[in-house]
């Protein structure tokens, strides 16, 4: 009996989410360096450790306890950069901050999206009849990915402060390995999941996160709307975008 007993808590323990050190510092994480380079500036980094080819830079900002990466850009890159500050660093919560284009009518460029939920929108199965999409990349039922409540409200709150109410929103993000430039997807992307953003790295790094337990949230800042302007919009307004994202994330760490 009692033998079973230990097989059965065995068993739950490795199922449940590996909860986060309340007292370990804050993990910030981005795809590309223009995302990284104002929080930078306006940290104090004590040290860089290298780990797998990422810079992982140590220090404080806004008096918190950081540690700041460019993960590189998609889904496999930054889901390894969440992972390391998880297991490496012991972070507290990770904030995911950079550009997007976005989604729908709601957002135009240099809006902020903070995320409520995400989800992996090129996860599925091709068939003949077309592509089908599969619910299995998410963290609940419904194939979406919760961002923490918490963090989300903190983020929105400084997005309103930076940017003003009309230009913060908070909705639902969706991540693919694609650089989305095309207004029939877009509208897909609406249609099928109601978001206001598509990205190519937070859903891989929230439901890293969510696995181990993590508190965590994604900002993002509109460089395009992902139509067939994407590219040309991206070129004009990226550096912008990064640095507004980022603002937000020192606004945020400010009030924590």
Not at 8 to 29: H, K, T
Not at 38 to 55: K, M, P, Y
Request: hydrophobic content about 45%; glycine content about 12%.
């Amino acid at each position: 009996m009692k033998k079973s007993i230990i097989i059965v808590l065995i068993a739950v323990m490795a199922a449940a989410p590996v909860m986060a050190s309340e007292n370990g510092p804050i993990g910030i994480i981005t795809a590309m360096s223009n995302e990284l380079s104002l929080l930078l500036e306006n940290a104090d980094i004590s040290r860089t450790e290298t780990i797998g080819g990422v810079d992982y830079n140590i220090g404080t900002l806004q008096g918190k306890d950081v540690v700041l990466a460019k993960a590189g850009v998609g889904k496999i890159l930054a889901a390894a950069g969440a992972a390391t500050l998880i297991n490496e660093f012991d972070v507290s919560s990770i904030i995911f901050t950079g550009i997007a284009g976005g989604v729908g009518e709601k957002t135009e460029v240099m809006d902020i999206v903070v995320s409520t939920d995400l989800v992996v929108h090129d996860y599925g199965n091709m068939t003949n009849d077309g592509f089908v999409w599969g619910k299995v990349a998410g963290s609940d039922e419904n194939g979406r990915i919760p961002a923490d409540a918490g963090l989300a409200d903190l983020a929105y709150e400084a997005a309103v402060a930076v940017v003003g109410k009309d230009s913060a929103f908070k909705g639902n993000i969706a991540t693919g390995d694609q650089f989305v430039a095309s207004e029939n997807y877009v509208w897909t992307l609406q249609d099928s999941f109601n978001s206001l953003a598509c990205e190519m790295e937070g859903a891989s790094v929230g439901l890293v996160a969510y696995q181990y337990g993590v508190p965590f949230v994604v900002i993002r800042c509109m460089s395009d709307k992902a139509d067939g302007l994407a590219h040309e919009s991206y070129e004009g307004f990226g550096d912008q975008a990064a640095d507004n994202s980022a603002s937000i994330v020192m606004e945020m760490l400010g009030n924590m």
